[in-house]
C-alpha cells in the first residue's frame, strides 16, 4: 500500500458496525489504519468500538477505542482529549454518525425530529466544533462527514427528519471549509446512495420493508447496477483524508453508483 496517512492521527466517530458487516465507519477506520493511521475508534457501543479495534489490532495497526454519544458535550470533549492527550494532534476527523428519523413531513413526531437533529446535525456540529481549535493550532486537517444523496433528492423513503437534518450537515461542512480554509483545515461531504451496510439494512427494516426486494429494485435504477458498501465511502474517505486531495474543500461528492443522476 502507499500509506498515504502515515503518521497521522485520525478521529473516527461511528466507528462501529450495529451489527455483523462493514458498515461505513469501520471500514474507514481500518481502511485508515493499514494506509499508516493511528486510529481512535470512537462509537458509542463500547462492543462495537472494541471489534473495530481488535481488527486493527490484529492488522498490526494502531487504534485505541473510546465511547461517546456525540450528541452529548462532555462526550465529545472527552474523546478529543483523550486523543489529544495521547497522540498531540488530530489530522483527519471523520462523522460516520447518522440516524433515520421515520415519518413524511406530517406523520414525523417531534420526538424522532428532535432525536435526528440531536445525532445527525448538533453531533456535528459538536464533533467539528471541538476539533477545529486544535486542527488551527496544528497548521490545518481535514473534516470528512458523511451525508447522504437524500439529503438533496427524494429516494422514496418517509424520512424527513433524517433527510433534513443530513442536509444542515451538507450546510455546516461548507460553512467550516469557506471559514477554515485560510487556517488549512479542508471540510468536505460524502453522499453516500443505496448502500449495503448493517445500519442502511436496519433502517429499512425499521419501516417495516423488505430488504431484499427493496435493494432489488434500486440496483436496477443505479447505473452500475450494483449496491454500495462501507468500503465504497472508506475508499473515498481515505482520498479526502490524505495529501493527495489537498486541494479539495467544500466539496459534496456523491459515492452513489450514479444514482444521484436519475433522481432529478
Not at 76 to 83: C, L, N, P, Q
Not at 106 to 133: D, I
Not at 198 to 219: H, W
Not at 223 to 236: K, V
Request: some cysteine.
Amino acid at each position: 500500500m502507499a500509506r498515504r496517512l502515515e503518521g497521522k492521527i485520525a478521529l473516527v466517530m461511528g466507528a462501529g458496525s450495529i451489527g455483523p458487516g462493514w458498515g461505513n465507519g469501520k471500514a474507514a477506520s481500518v481502511l485508515f489504519a493499514r494506509e499508516g493511521a493511528k486510529v481512535v475508534a470512537v462509537d458509542r457501543d463500547a462492543t462495537a468500538a472494541a471489534e473495530t479495534t481488535r481488527v486493527i489490532r490484529e492488522e498490526g495497526g494502531e487504534c485505541i477505542e473510546a465511547v461517546a454519544d456525540i450528541s452529548r458535550v462532555a462526550d465529545v470533549e472527552a474523546v478529543i482529549e483523550k486523543t489529544i492527550d495521547t497522540y498531540g494532534r488530530i489530522d483527519v476527523l471523520q462523522n460516520n454518525v447518522g440516524i433515520v428519523g421515520l415519518g413524511n413531513a406530517v406523520k414525523v413526531t417531534e420526538e424522532a425530529w428532535e432525536k435526528s437533529f440531536a445525532v445527525n446535525a448538533r453531533g456535528l456540529m459538536l464533533s467539528c466544533q471541538k476539533v477545529l481549535p486544535h486542527m488551527v493550532a496544528q497548521g490545518g486537517g481535514s473534516i470528512i462527514n458523511v451525508s447522504t444523496i437524500a439529503s438533496v433528492r427524494y429516494l422514496g423513503f418517509s424520512y424527513t427528519a433524517y433527510d433534513a437534518s443530513k442536509a444542515a450537515v451538507n450546510a455546516l461542512t461548507r460553512s467550516i471549509a469557506v471559514e477554515f480554509g485560510p487556517k488549512g483545515v479542508r471540510a468536505n461531504t460524502i453522499l453516500v446512495g443505496m448502500m449495503d451496510t448493517p445500519l442502511a439494512r436496519g433502517g429499512i427494516e425499521a419501516a417495516g420493508s423488505n430488504v431484499d426486494k427493496i435493494y432489488s429494485g434500486y440496483t436496477d435504477t443505479i447505473p452500475l447496477r450494483r449496491m454500495g458498501t462501507g468500503w465504497d465511502t472508506a475508499n473515498l474517505a481515505l482520498f479526502l483524508a490524505s495529501d493527495d486531495a489537498s486541494y479539495i474543500t467544500a466539496a459534496e461528492i456523491p459515492t452513489d453508483g450514479g444514482l444521484i443522476a436519475r433522481c432529478l
